[in-house]
Nanobody, 111 residues
Framework: QVQLVESGGGLVQPGGSLNLDCVIS????????ISWFRQAPGKQRLWVAL???????HYAEAVKGRFTISRDNGKKSVSLHMQRMIAEDTAVYFC?????WGQGTQVTVST
């Protein structure tokens, strides 16, 4: 059974940084694209970033230049490093692979 577990969420001040991790169990990850999505209160879930099986990175315009996605196939994990954060980054962040989703981790950007 494939499971994804996100961690690293929390409260951060505007302009600050936060690092999210997604650990995958039950599957090798090296052959798969993995994405991060986020969902703000009352809004639809939106794609944030993707890292391909080939290591190529892709970002939504709203986070380009501020967020960095990376992967460690040996540790079966994907990370999302977020910097210069703004209030609009407040959301529950989810990772997904093979149409399987984690439970999400809350990120709040506020003074």
């Amino acid at each position: 059974q494939v499971q994804l577990v996100e961690s690293g969420g929390g409260l951060v001040q505007p302009g600050g940084s936060l690092n999210l991790d997604c650990v995958i169990s039950g599957s090798d990850i090296s052959a798969y694209d993995i994405s991060w999505f986020r969902q703000a209160p009352g809004k639809q879930r939106l794609w944030v970033a993707l890292i391909g099986a080939d290591g190529m990175e892709h970002y939504a315009e709203a986070v380009k230049g501020r967020f960095t996605i990376s992967r460690d196939n040996g540790k079966k994990s994907v990370s999302l490093h977020m910097q210069r954060m703004i209030a609009e980054d407040t959301a529950v962040y989810f990772c997904t692979m093979r149409a399987i989703w984690g439970q999400g981790t809350q990120v709040t950007v506020s003074t």
